[in-house]
Every structure is written in structure tokens, then in C-alpha cells.
């Protein structure tokens, strides 16, 4: 597998992350994520295809949310989240506790 | 002007009220908002014409972020921060807090 585009920290844009996160299976899996303690090695419980849930995690990795590496022949998902609140303190976190808080 | 509608708190969906702020002018709306202490009669200062200005209010109104009354000629734009504080805690006052930082 080529290696996959993780932007910078720096360079993200608040209303592209809050983009990313405006979904409700997109929050589920980040929901999940955190859960997990911020690494899902594997799949998502989420009721979409393979192929959609693709789509969502290239969306969240793109906005700059999730890192996903290569480990034999599963993928790492692993939340941003201390990279994500140095940049927007406060925004995951508080958006992973409405998350659990709801679910 | 006929009343307009504003959401519960109780009805408001995260991922609908995300989408609401993920867009750069909306965050300026809402940052001018904080700013003035969370009421703008009147207009906002954004690069946007008067009926794009109209759907993005539109947008934040029915994402229940904003109240929007009538005062005489003008309307009365509110942030809607307790309300969505005690739905979703921490979510708008960290967007605002990077909103603030950024701007």
C-alpha cells in the first residue's frame, strides 16, 4: 500500500474539521475510536458498506482527525486527538463527550 | 414578518448543528456574535451579499444556534449559548475560543 496523505497540523482549517465531523456515522466512529482508547486496528460498527466506510475515514483523515498506518494486513486507525487539541483546544473533546453522552 | 421557526434544544442533532458551523462564514457569523456579547442587530461584517448572508443565518436558525426576532425595522440575531451549552457542553465555547484565536 502507497503511503496515505496526513496533513499538517497547521495547516488545517476549523470548518474542514467540523465538516468532517458533521455526519452521524463519522461521529460514530470517532465515537468508537475514543472508546477504544484512540486506536480501532480493523473495523468500524457502523451501519454502512465497506466501501462508505472507506469514504468516511478518508474524509476524517484528510480533515486532519485520524492517522492511518498499514500493520500486516489491517489498517490502524488512530485519533489525532492530542495534535487536533493542541491546534482547537477543547473542540474534540467536547464533541467525543456529546457523543458518548448520546449514544 | 411572520414568526420564525427555532428548534428545541432537545430536538437539535450534533451532526446537523457541526454542519451548521463548518463553513468559514458562518464561523465569522458566530465570532462577531461572541463577540458583541451575543446579540448583532442588524448586519454582520462579511464578505457575502445580503441574500447569501440571509441563507447562512437561515442555516445557523434552524441548526438552533441563533434566534432571530424582529426590533421594529431591524433584526435581533441571538446566539443561542446556554441552550446549546447545556445540550452539547463545551462544543461552541471551544469553536468560539478558535474562532477568536484565528481570527
Redesign the interface.
Known sequence: MRSLHHPDVASL????V??A????VR?QIVGQLSAAGGVVCGGFDVPVSMSTLSHHLKVLREAGIIRVTQEGSRRRNELRLAEIEDR????L???L???RS?A
Not at 13 to 16: G, I
Not at 88 to 91: A, L, R, T, V, W
Open positions: 482549517d476549523l470548518a474542514t467540523l465538516n465531523l458533521a455526519d452521524p461521529l482547537y483546544p477543547g473542540i473533546p467536547s464533541i463527550g456529546s457523543v448520546t
